[in-house]
T-cell receptor, first 112, second 119 residues
């Protein structure tokens, strides 16, 4: 079945450090892939998405590339800020478009 | 953008009581709404999918008599946790999807969540 695996957290970084959060998936067909962010006390917000192989999603300095050959969608940012501290969820939408499958989430903590 | 609200944001109740959680799409018509449950430091688990005017589709392992879902209008879905027990304590999150209009497509817009604590 469909599943998403993302790296365990928490991830603790200093401001301006480089960020990578790994995400791999198992799915039938060609799912759309997403990264959601959940700031403290708030709901999930869509950060970026990619709908087909080799697509790169980007937003707010974050990027992720849909790699079909490695079934991965790693999240990267070149220089993190304190305001990026949040929980990040990788997710896939099944091909039928009926269900979002989430990873367990990775907590990012950035200190100044 | 598309805004989804939930009410209440936090509720504490006694064991055995029922609690209703509302999910509203504020600026679009949500033909489909989803209910998720999130345990501490865990992922979101889809509980059920509801389409306006029809019965909800529950995921395997979710008791439909325990978690009553009603999607009576295009902007409102409710989740009622009946005869709540401490093990029902969790963070409940709804999302909404619009199939026509400005926000049409497969993207789900999430509410801020409702924290339920059953004593």
């Amino acid at each position: 079945g469909n599943s998403v695996t993302q790296m365990e957290g928490p991830v603790t970084l200093s401001e301006e450090a480089f960020l990578t959060i790994n995400c791999t998936y198992t799915a039938t067909g060609y799912p759309s892939l997403f990264w959601y962010v959940q700031y403290p006390g708030e709901g999930l917000q869509l950060l970026l998405k990619a709908t087909k192989a080799d697509d790169k999603g980007s937003n707010k300095g974050f990027e992720a590339t849909y790699r079909k050959e490695t079934t991965s969608f790693h999240l990267e940012k070149g220089s993190v800020q304190v305001s990026d501290s949040a929980v990040y969820f990788c997710a896939l939408l099944n091909q039928a478009g009926t269900a979002l499958i989430f990873g367990k989430g990775t907590t990012l903590s950035v200190s100044s | 953008g598309a805004v989804v609200s939930q009410h209440p944001s936090w509720v504490i109740c006694k064991s055995g009581t029922s609690v209703k959680i509302e999910c509203r799409s504020l600026d679009f018509q949500a033909t489909t709404m989803f209910w998720y449950r999130q345990f501490p430091k865990q992922s979101l688990m889809l509980m059920a999918t509801s389409n306006e005017g029809s019965k909800a589709t529950y995921e395997q392992g979710v008791e439909k008599d325990k978690f009553l879902i009603n999607h009576a209008s295009l902007t409102l879905s409710t989740l009622t946790v009946t005869s709540a027990h401490p093990e029902d304590s969790s963070f409940y999150i709804c999302s909404a999807r619009e199939m026509t209009g400005t926000h049409k497509g497969n993207e789900q817009f999430f509410g801020p969540g409702t924290r339920l604590t059953v004593l």
